[in-house]
């Protein structure tokens, strides 16, 4: 089959990106020692405590939240319309001018038109578009994806304590 100019560009460029890939990954390499670095010793902590393995002494993990399940919003239900999509007016006394009829300028009301009395409307909601549910940001992890937990092996100080 033959190949579209598009398809053929698109190749070139792929096969730049790998050549300059390439590059860079052999310039990194000269640039490594040959010796293998010193082992770093970390100083002994007192009494019968170690580092703890689980979060590498910091105190803290770092998880994926599991709230948001890796979208970083939530999905709640919208407020204005109590989840139900559309936005209700019940008939009655128009809240617009009062159930006067006349707006405070001396114009007639175009909610009621005159008439002191509202009529029963629905419509979709504006704030969820007919939906019922809106898209919030995370509260775990602000929209982040990950979180910050204490450690539950060490209890947070970083320092794990064998129980006796």
Same mark, same amino acid.
């Given at each position: !089959? ?7 560009? &698109? ?6 990106? *790998?050549? &300059? ?25 007192? #009494?019968? %405590?170690?580092?703890?393995?689980? @979060?590498? %002494? ?15 919003? !939530?999905?709640?239900? /919208?407020?204005?319309?109590? #989840? ?9 006394? @128009? ?11 001396? =114009?007639? /009301?175009? *909610? ?12 979709? /909601?504006?704030?969820?578009? %007919? ?9 775990? @992890?602000?929209?982040?994806? *990950? ?6 092996? /060490?209890? #947070? =100080? #970083? ?6």
């Amino acid at each position: !089959m033959a190949k579209t100019p598009a398809q053929i560009e &698109k190749q070139k460029r792929e096969a730049e990106k *790998r050549k &300059k890939r390439d590059k860079a990954i052999l310039k990194i390499a000269r640039e490594m020692p040959d010796d293998p670095a010193e082992e770093v010793v970390t100083p002994p902590i007192p #009494g019968n %405590g170690v580092k703890c393995l689980r @979060c590498e %002494g910091t105190g803290h993990l770092i998880l994926d939240c599991d709230i948001c399940k890796g979208q970083g919003k !939530m999905v709640v239900r /919208c407020r204005k319309c109590a #989840g139900k999509g559309t936005y209700t007016q019940l008939a009655g006394p @128009c809240s617009r001018c009062a159930a006067t009829g006349v707006l405070e300028d001396g =114009t007639q /009301c175009p *909610r009621c038109k005159g008439r002191k009395l509202q009529l029963e409307f629905s419509s979709p /909601c504006f704030k969820c578009s %007919g939906t019922g549910t809106t898209k919030v940001a995370c509260k775990r @992890c602000g929209g982040s994806l *990950r979180y910050k937990s204490p450690c539950g092996n /060490c209890g #947070g =100080t #970083g320092i794990y304590q064998p129980k006796p």
